[in-house]
């Protein structure tokens, strides 16, 4: 137990290390690695003392490594990027004049601030009241954070994307430029966005797990055996596409203001990371109306009695009026993941194996569902 506590600041010295060394490369190249919408909302001055504060503690946490833990290589890896993020520039990279946009570009920016925010918030959340004792560097979580990574480094692409969709069905509809809705309060709005959202959602997600096809790909997220904060993250990039896709296309039909939608976004990613989260909130009868931990980790049990319920990821009220709900007051799932997986746990298996059905190691059996 003493060397996984030890273990931990390497490892932490060295996701540091990558992140302050794409940082960096972000402040070089802003036209391809930052996000536009998002350079508009940020602080430059900001950016630069969160790379400072973070580039030294990389390096305590790769000295502490260094003296203590037995796995030293990360803590030289995290250091050494450290050094080389420093001759690179460090948080004093100078900027010269405006950043124009470049017609293709990877959101490192969006991608490093989001996981520095939510992993600092999960993270404490799950060391104040986790269910489970387990490590923040637990089995897998190297997986688990490539597919975090990459999701989000393309996530430029994969908005313009996901809202095509929508965007072609709101032209071919002729719906109007203003929408009445967009004259509600933006509290109405807002809650009016999740009741609708979380309707499609539902209905998506069901079918994800009904569809063979559609199963194939979102069979990579349930193949997790750990719950927590970036378990949520192991997505098949066509899954994401796919669904995201078809749940947001009511609301841009609808019309509701982009304050509103602004609004709902992040409310919605921080739901998704919550209810894979390692906490314990069960929140008493509030589970049938809000959705909790407690009720999506039953979404992925193991137990093959138990399978396909909870698909909401905002209001279980769906659930509970088509008839999948399943969350007892005190009881939580006593494993995750698919009964008998069939690919392997590497990245690369769990991108290609919905196309091919074979991962590094060919598939031997079913894995919980038809195909």
């Not at 890896?77 to 080389?84: P, Q, R, S, Y």
């Amino acid at each position: 137990m003493r060397n996984a506590w030890f273990n931990g600041f390497s490892y932490a010295s060295a996701c540091l290390g990558v992140l302050a060394v794409l940082s960096v490369l972000a402040f070089h190249y802003p036209q391809y690695l930052t996000t536009p919408e998002l350079r508009e909302i940020y602080s430059e001055h900001q950016v630069r003392l969160l790379l400072a504060m973070g580039m030294g503690v990389a390096l305590v946490c790769g000295a502490t490594g260094l003296l203590l833990s037995t796995a030293r290589r990360f803590a030289v890896f995290g250091t050494a990027l450290i050094l080389l993020a420093w001759l690179a520039g460090g948080p004093n990279v100078p900027l010269d004049g405006p950043v124009r946009s470049a017609r293709f570009y990877l959101s490192v920016d969006w991608m490093v601030l989001d996981l520095v925010l939510i992993a600092t918030l999960f993270i404490s959340l799950e060391w104040v009241s986790r269910r489970r004792e387990q490590r923040v560097f637990r089995r897998d979580w190297r997986l688990d954070l490539t597919h975090y990574v990459v999701n989000h480094l393309f996530n430029g692409a994969m908005i313009y994307v996901v809202y095509l969709p929508s965007q072609a069905l709101a032209v071919w509809l002729g719906r109007p430029e203003v929408s009445p809705l967009a004259a509600w309060p933006l509290f109405v709005q807002v809650l009016a966005i999740i009741a609708v959202t979380d309707f499609a959602q539902y209905w998506v997600h069901r079918a994800t797990h009904r569809v063979p096809l559609l199963w194939r790909f979102h069979k990579v997220h349930h193949s997790a055996q750990v719950m927590d904060w970036l378990a949520g993250s192991r997505l098949h990039f066509v899954d994401i596409l796919l669904t995201r896709s078809l749940v947001l296309v009511p609301m841009v039909l609808l019309g509701f203001s982009q304050e509103a939608i602004n609004i709902y976004l992040p409310l919605l990613a921080l739901q998704s990371v919550l209810n894979h989260a390692n906490v314990s909130y069960p929140l008493g009868a509030l589970r049938k109306w809000v959705a909790t931990p407690q009720f999506h980790h039953w979404h992925h049990t193991s137990d093959p009695a138990l399978v396909d319920r909870n698909f909401s990821v905002s209001l279980p009220v769906y659930d509970l009026l088509f008839g999948t709900y399943y969350c007892p007051r005190d009881a939580w799932p006593a494993g995750y993941g698919l009964d008998r997986p069939e690919f392997d746990d590497t990245y690369y298996a769990h991108v290609i194996w919905p196309f091919t059905g074979q991962g590094p190691a060919r598939a031997q059996s079913r894995a919980g569902r038809p195909d």
